[in-house]
């Protein structure tokens, strides 16, 4: 039970856990695009984001490194501060009572933290190609995708990543030992699906980590080191969006029938900050 731990201990964990997708789920994306063969899109040493999938890893290789990215520190950390590792879901959980706002905003916190801290030290380990050519990860628009249809894309697999989390997390009758394995399946699956649309970043801290770091490089000298921001707007609302439709949908039509959405039991309230039922 989370109540057991402080709340530096559970941001703690949401730092280290946001800190694995970048670190290894970002990271994969820069490893992709360092691998694609010159004369291919995105082999000619800069930044081209239609270049991604391209390399050695390729779609599949990305997407399993996701998986395991979000995984494992759901099983590792999940008891501690519930792993929410991801902006969308806490506001999602505030949203509906289920962690108070005090605690929501530590998360926040560690959570955009951690996301940097995950590109920071990736650039560190592979270096200024990481930023220019391989933008530390960073999710953005793919060509011949206006941004509406990019934000419509974030708000879509966001929320099913959030009905995920209610059914395997939140939900009493939900198969919660399996809550990292199909969490992680689901964002591998968004990455499959809908990578070379948006990036699929389900998570505003996924992707303003990779952000904030790159500008970091740039002040750092790095030339060639994308700047992003003016995609950021899409990448905060669509999971956002996303997330509180997809709590509030999972309530309406699962737990309300149920008459366990309305009021929170004693335990709930006890234990708010892991947004488990």
Do not use: C
Not at 54 to 80: C, E, K, Q, R, S
Not at 95 to 123: H, K, N, P
Not at 127 to 140: F, H, I, N, Q, S
Not at 240 to 260: K, N, Q, S
């Amino acid at each position: 039970m989370t109540e057991e731990y402080t709340l530096t201990q559970k941001a703690l964990a949401e730092f280290l856990g946001m800190y694995s997708i970048v670190f290894f789920g970002a990271g994969a994306v820069v490893i992709d695009f360092l691998t694609v063969p010159p004369g291919v899109t995105g082999g000619g040493g800069e930044f081209v984001t239609g270049g991604l999938g391209l390399g050695t890893l390729g779609w599949v290789g990305i997407a399993l490194a996701f998986w395991a990215a979000v995984a494992l520190p759901i099983y590792v950390f999940g008891p501690v501060s519930g792993q929410h590792i991801n902006p969308a879901v806490t506001v999602a959980f505030w949203l509906t009572d289920r962690i108070e706002a005090r605690a929501a905003g530590v998360y926040l916190v560690a959570q955009l933290l951690g996301g940097l801290a995950g590109a920071l030290s990736f650039l560190a380990i592979r270096g200024p190609e990481a930023a220019r050519v391989g933008a530390l990860g960073a999710t953005a628009v793919f060509p011949g995708v206006v941004p509406w249809q990019a934000l419509l894309n974030e708000i879509v697999i966001t929320f099913f990543l959030m009905i995920v989390i209610m059914a395997v997390a939140v939900d009493d009758r939900g198969p919660e030992r399996l809550a990292g394995f199909l969490i992680g399946f689901i964002v591998a699956a968004g990455v499959l699906a809908t990578g070379n649309i948006s990036g699929a970043s389900f998570n505003p801290a996924r992707t303003l980590g990779p952000y904030a770091a790159n500008t970091v490089a740039s002040l750092l000298g790095v030339e060639g080191a994308p700047n992003l921001w003016e995609q950021a707007w899409i990448y905060v609302l669509g999971p956002i969006v996303g997330a509180v439709l997809g709590v509030y949908l999972y309530e309406y039509l699962v737990l309300e029938p149920r008459g366990t959405a309305s009021e929170p039991t004693e335990a709930e309230s006890e234990d708010v900050e892991a947004g488990r039922a």
